[in-house]
Every structure is written in structure tokens, then in C-alpha cells.
């Protein structure tokens, strides 16, 4: 398992550009090569071919960098820039290898909530926009589900949860709404192809401890 960046005080100051790798079958942490970009609050996808794609993030300043990891030299290589430059977005792996950014937020962070979303294709290390979606969000969680058909669950940061179908390259909404924009919430995929929806906190800071089941 590949851990990166993060921080260990506030401020920009404390944001971290090194990684460690956790070994199962020892049951330890080693360290192994930096990142080009110090980043907190950035995405890690991992591709069809092994290596990491490390995306967007907080460091000196909002970042539109992206590096991938490659766990058999154990570097990182920075590869094409995101199209906008965000930070407690989302992502997740298409059927055809490409990888789905969506949401998070700019510089103004609160007041600064993106709808906008881009596509990485590894075979050409590049970032391209696609439809945006319908409802500004951030603060959601790292790794969107995949769905049956490759669909892919976007939820959290909005009262409402939407589905990127890369078929038509669109974003809909589903039926329902939770009862407020949890930030940060967790996403789980279960046997039955359901989604389980967790925790997370309000507008007021205040956690929760509601639970949600989509339901494809």
C-alpha cells in the first residue's frame, strides 16, 4: 500500500512530499521516493498497469501537478498537468484505464466549490475536460466506486449523488437525497453491488454517525 504526502502541522509549511510503502506480508512501513511536489488533500489512483497516479493537492500553494508512482523503481515521475488546478476532489479508474477527476475546490476553498470535472489518459500522460457535473462539491471522498458498466458513484459535499457514465461522458443524478452536504463521507462498494454511504460532517462542522445504502 502506497501512502503520500499529507502534513504534520498546519500551514504550508508542514505539507509533506515524501512516501512510504506498507509491506502485508511483514507487517511494516518503508520508506521510498519523494514526490516532486510536496501536496495534502490530492487523489492517488491506481492504474491498470501498476503505477499510481498522484493528482492535484494543496502544497506552497493549490497545485495542478500530477506524478505517477512506479512501484517496481520505486520513483516518482511528474507527468501532464491537470486542466484545473483543485484540491479535495475525487477520482476514479474508468473501464478503459483512464482515470476521472471531479469536484473539489480552488484556492478559495469554501467559497471556491468546482463542479468541473477532466479525464487522465495514461497513454498520452494528458488531462482533458469532460462535462461538468450538476452540483458543486468538495471535501468528498478519494476514490469514487466503480459501478456495474464501469458507471462511476460520485457522493458527499451535496445533498444530492451523481453517477459519470463514461459511455456518454455525462454526469446524472440519482433518484433521492440524503439530509445535508456531508463532507467528506466515505464510500464503500458491497457484495451486492450496492454503495455504502458513511459518516462525515455538516456545514457546522459537527459529524454524524448516519449511514446510506445506494442502491444501483
Known sequence: MLITGGD???????HLGSAEVFRAATLSFQ???AMHHARVAHTATLLNDGK????????????????LYDPKTGTFSETGSLV???????AGLLP???VLIAGGSDERDWSG???????????????????SMNDSRFKLPGEAVQLQAGK????GGSREAEIFDPASGKFFVVSGQMNDKWHYMTETKLRDGSVLLAGGYANND???????????
Open 84 to 90: 484545473t488546478a483543485r484540491y479535495k476532489h475525487t
Open 52 to 67: 499510481v497516479l498522484i493528482a492535484g493537492g494543496q502544497g506552497e500553494s493549490l497545485t495542478a501537478s500530477a506524478e
Open 113 to 131: 466549490n468546482l463542479n468541473s470535472a477532466e479525464i487522465y489518459d495514461p497513454g498520452t500522460g494528458k488531462f482533458a475536460p469532460t462535462s
Open 8 to 14: 504534520d502541522h498546519d500551514g504550508p509549511s508542514g
Open 152 to 155: 462511476l458513484l460520485v457522493a
Open 206 to 216: 459537527r459529524g454524524t454517525t448516519q449511514t446510506w445504502i445506494y442502491r444501483p
Open 96 to 98: 478503459d484505464g483512464r
Open 31 to 33: 520508506a521510498t521516493g
